[in-house]
């Protein structure tokens, strides 16, 4: 669930939706989601000072709340 909807935000945010891949790894209690795209697009998911990749690491806890998990969004 975590890793669709960090997908389709990233999708949203890019030029080159094709170019947005997430990988999705589960460590007990915790779901990390590594978002990757291409190296020109990187600056619109990071936003000013942060505040965008932050947006979705908020959102992404929302979901993982409700299963009693942690959420972890990371740029690669």
Not at 19 to 29: D, F, I, L, Y
Not at 40 to 60: D, F, M, S, Y
Request: aromatic share 2%; net charge negative; charged share 25%.
């Amino acid at each position: 669930m975590i890793k669709e909807l960090v997908e389709y935000i990233a999708q949203q945010l890019v030029d080159d939706p094709t170019q947005v891949t997430v990988t999705e790894t589960m460590h007990g209690s915790e779901v990390r989601a590594d978002v990757q795209v291409a190296p020109e697009e990187v600056g619109r998911l990071i936003g000013r000072q942060g505040k965008v990749i932050n947006a979705i690491r908020t959102l992404a806890q929302l979901p993982a709340s409700h299963a009693n998990k942690r959420a972890q969004v990371e740029l690669l």
